[in-house]
Structures are given as C-alpha cells and as structure tokens.
C-alpha cells in the first residue's frame, strides 16, 4: 500500500481512539452487530474476585457504547451513521439502539422481520450487469494509460471498463503476489550495489520473506513449495548478478511522457548502458526453460506489448532510442532478447492512440475471444464470457 496516497483509512472503533478525521462513516450499526452480540466469556471471574460493588446495568453494553461514542467523536467535520435491512441470511435487521439513543429517534420495532419469499429470491438472482458506457472524455480532460490499462483495452474494452473505471474487487493472486515479492528483493539488491553497501542472499531472501503474503494460496502446501522456490530462484540470481559485475545505471525508474492530453506513466525494471547503447530490462519471474522461446517472448513484447511501449518512453523522455530491450527470466537466469527498431515505435505509438481513443470515447463493447476470455480474471460473471458451454 501506498500510504502517500489520498485513500480512506478503514478501522475500527477501538484503533480509532486518539484519532481524528474530516469525514467519518460508521458503517454496520444494526443490532447483534454494534452492539455486538452477547456471548459467554471463555473463563468467567468468580464473583468473590470481583473488587467493590457489582456493577449497574450490562458491563458488556455499556463498553460497546463507549466505543459508539468514540467512534462518534472522530469526525471533526462530517459524521455519517449507516445501517441496512440486509446483510445476507434469511432476517431484516434493526437498526442499532445507539443510533435512536445518539439522534433522539424513537427506538427501532422489536424483534427481526423474515425475508418475503420474493425477497429471499431476488437475494439469489444473477447479479445485473455493469454498465458498460459512459459519457465520453472532454478533450481538454486528461486519460492517464500504463501498459497494463493499454494492454486490457485492446484485448477486451469491457475487462478495462471492468479493471480500470468500475474497478471491480478481485481476490488475491498468488501469482502476481509471488512476482511483487520477487521484484521487491531484486530492487534492494540492486540499491544496495548502486549505493556500494554490502548486500548478500540471505539479505535478499529476508527481503522477499517480508514482502509475502499467504493470500490466495490453495493450500499451506503450496505457499510453503512457492516460497522455498522462490528462496533458491533468488540465491542464485544474487550469484549470476554478482558473478556478473555488470551493474546498471538505474533501477526501478519511473517514466511519463504525454501524447496530447494522454498521460502514458510506468516504470522500468532496469536500465544497461552497455557497448551497443542502452538496454532496457525487465524482470519475469514466470518459468522459461527454452532460450528460443525467451527470445521469442522478447520480440513478442516488442512488436505489441509492454516492451515495445517501455522504448517508446526512453526515447520520448530521454530523447535516446534503446538499442535494445530484454526479459530476464528470474526462474531460470535465461535471458530473452530483441533489438529495436523504428517499426516498433511507430507501433507502441499506434497502441497509445487507439486505446486512448477508444477509452476517451467511452467505447467498451466486450470483444469475447476464447484465449483472451479463458485468462480474464472477469470471467466468472461477465456475460459476454467466451469461455461458457455454448457461447
């Protein structure tokens, strides 16, 4: 988490104590809820410990009120209590009584109402598809586009509408959380290098043990044989690295150039300044055991993707066109390579004009493609899945 960026800060009422904001939304206030249920205590005191004279009223429900009311002193500004009739299960719930108590309103009706039978339906129905339109872009208004949002809109206009505007929740990958911890180790192997301080591969391992997360994984098992590769994946690229003593110029290096009212934004893995020019680097951590298809991988990129889009940006940025560019391939130490050319370029630059017009237009028709759809991580509801029996 970027903790820089302007974002809503989630917590609860007990870790919001000695806090402060403008705006405060406290959210799920029925009843069993705030309050919360009443429940047995694991090992009751016995009565002859308890110290002066027993307590007036529920201890349980005065604490919860004091936290209501902590949670109500926050906001210096705006103060905004929230409840719903439903939360999933077959009940209507009742508004909390601390927010009768704290507005003066009249108490909520006893008891819990059942679901109407229509009720309980509709809670089952497919859930309705997001609109796919918009109004279009102003032509004075800025689109910033990264390869990734690029990427998503000239495979399929809706995964972008989907990714990038609705912004539709997703469940932790292990694949791409497994590649942010791999990256987070080799950017501090190579500042270390860059800044001549001493750097070893338990220093490197410890790195990415920090950056993991056990988010998504199927099994311990799996986490546990994921990690450990990732362990030996990453002695052994400190071993080539060192053994190599070629260090690069940069790392991690982020880029911005404008086409029009288009902000492209992205960063570069590693930028070489070898005998042929600048090469631009990028890491994958996904496995690759042929050389040929490393390259192939390479000049794939290139012509269409992320790559091609990289030289494009040293070139707008730096006014230097990269001789060439690469993929190093964690895993295995193979490396994938293609040279640059003006055809590609010319053609990073066409990618940037047509999902920038297109997105600016706010053309987000789905275009359904078996091989596209089968990886979309929208797939599961999207109804123009091409990956359903019979579509």
């Known amino acids: 988490m970027d903790l820089e960026v302007d974002a809503v ?9 000695g806090l402060e904001f403008p705006v405060v939304f406290m959210v799920s206030l ?4 705030f309050p919360a ?6 090992l009751p005191l016995p009565p002859e410990l308890h110290a002066g004279p027993a307590p007036r ?28 009739l439903d939360y999933g299960g077959t009940t209507r719930r009742k508004m909390s009584p601390f927010i009768a108590e704290a507005l003066a309103l009249p108490p909520a009706p ?38 990734s949002k690029i990427d998503d ?50 220093e490197v391992v410890k790195v990415f043990e920090q950056a993991w997360s056990s988010e998504g994984f199927l099994s311990r098992e799996h986490e546990e044989r994921r990690l450990e ?4 994946a990453l002695r052994r690229f400190v071993a080539r690295e060192d053994a190599a003593k070629q260090p690069p110029i940069q790392i991690e290096q982020a880029f911005k150039f404008k086409r029009g009212n288009n902000v492209v934004e992205g960063r570069w893995d590693r930028i070489d300044e070898r005998r042929e020019g600048v090469v631009i680097v990028d890491f994958k951590t996904s496995e690759m055991s042929d050389p040929g298809d490393a390259d192939e991988r390479a000049r794939t990129s ?84 091409a990956t359903r029996s019979g579509t």
């Open 9 to 17: 800060h989630a917590l609860t009422a007990h870790k919001a104590k």
């Open 57 to 84: 009223g529920d201890p349980r429900l005065e604490e919860e009120r004091r936290l209501f009311y902590v949670g109500m002193t926050r906001a210096k500004e705006q103060l905004y209590l929230t409840h719903a």
């Open 302 to 385: 290139l012509e269409g993707d992320q790559l091609g889009l990289y030289a494009l940006a040293y070139r707008e940025t730096r006014g230097v066109t990269p001789a060439a560019v690469e993929l190093q391939f964690v895993e295995s130490g193979l490396t994938g390579r293609a040279r640059v050319e003006e055809k590609h370029l010319v053609a990073a630059s066409a990618r940037v004009d047509e999902a920038a017009a297109g997105i600016r237009g706010a053309d987000f028709a789905a275009r359904p493609e078996y091989n596209a759809c089968r990886y979309c991580p929208f797939n599961t509801f999207c109804p123009f899945t």
């Open 153 to 202: 809109y000239l495979t399929c206009p809706l995964k972008y509408r989907y990714a990038h505007e609705v912004q539709v929740p997703l469940s932790r990958d292990p694949v791409f959380m497994y590649g942010n911890a791999a990256h987070a180790a080799i950017r501090h192997y190579y500042k270390a290098r860059l800044l001549g301080h001493p750097v070893d591969a338990d």
């Open 229 to 232: 590769q990732g362990r030996q």
């Open 37 to 42: 249920r009443e429940r047995g205590e694991a």
């Open 30 to 33: 029925v009843d069993q809820r």
């Open 110 to 147: 006893a008891g819990r109402h059942k679901l109407d039978p229509r009720q309980a339906i509709e809670r089952f129905a497919p859930a309705a598809a997001i609109a796919a339109t918009r109004a279009p872009l102003r032509d004075d208004e800025v689109l910033r586009l990264s390869s």
